[in-house]
């Protein structure tokens, strides 16, 4: 008599079920963990990924705080190792370079809310203060995206006179810059719209104009234009 074939995995039937929700009813209908699992399931096809899918949400908080954790954070969490990390990842640099090319390929003040998204992206999830430049050109149009400095928790240094030097090497005419709280809340401190005047002066001795000063923290953005820190468009 032949014996009886070794039941599958319990996972399997739950994995195909989740697979079937997605594709039938789209991404919303599936929750962040859910998500998570899904892609999971792809890098690490021969375990049950909803446990750890589970546990990177509450370590984490949702979707996003979990893309954009860092990989020694993500370690941390039980049966994480690099095939999760990876995953992880590489999904977080697809999405930030989708948002990135809609910048590129449209005037950026014309597109306001796909900046503000894209800052978000890069920005609201990292655990120091980290300050961008946008350089633009005649025409609106991004010339670099750059880093311009990383700090501590609560600081960034930034070297006004780098600035301006980097602006005159890209020919900007305009620039953008924008620097995450990491504590998540997005208002400005003193030295935030100090700094900003600061730097607004120095561009404007060398003819390149300040657009507006984006800060980005996980429960939103405050833009330094909007609360009349900066001078009206040029």
Partial sequence: MAEDAPDKPHYLGHRERLRDKFLE???????DYEII??????ARPRIDCKPIAKALIQQFGNLPGVLAAHPDA???????GDSTITALKLVQA???RMLKREVLDTPVLDSWNRVLDYCHSVMAHQREEQLR????DGRNALVADEI????????T?????EVVKRALELGASALIMAHNHPTGDPAPSRDDIALTREVRNALKTVGVSLHDHIIIGRKGH?????????????
């Avoid at 311009?148 to 600081?155: D, I, M, P």
């Avoid at 405050?222 to 040029?234: A, E, Q, Y």
Wanted: aromatic share 8%; net charge positive.
């Fill in 222 to 234: 405050c833009s330094l234009r909007s609360m009349n820190v900066i001078d009206g468009w040029k």
């Fill in 133 to 136: 430049l946008f350089f633009l």
């Fill in 74 to 80: 993500l370690r941390k969490v039980d049966d994480v």
């Fill in 37 to 42: 699992e899904l892609l999971l399931t792809l």
């Fill in 25 to 31: 009813q789209g991404p919303d209908a599936l929750a």
């Fill in 94 to 96: 697809v999405a930030q």
């Fill in 148 to 155: 311009q400095s990383k700090g501590t928790v609560n600081h």
């Fill in 157 to 161: 240094p930034l070297y006004v006179r």
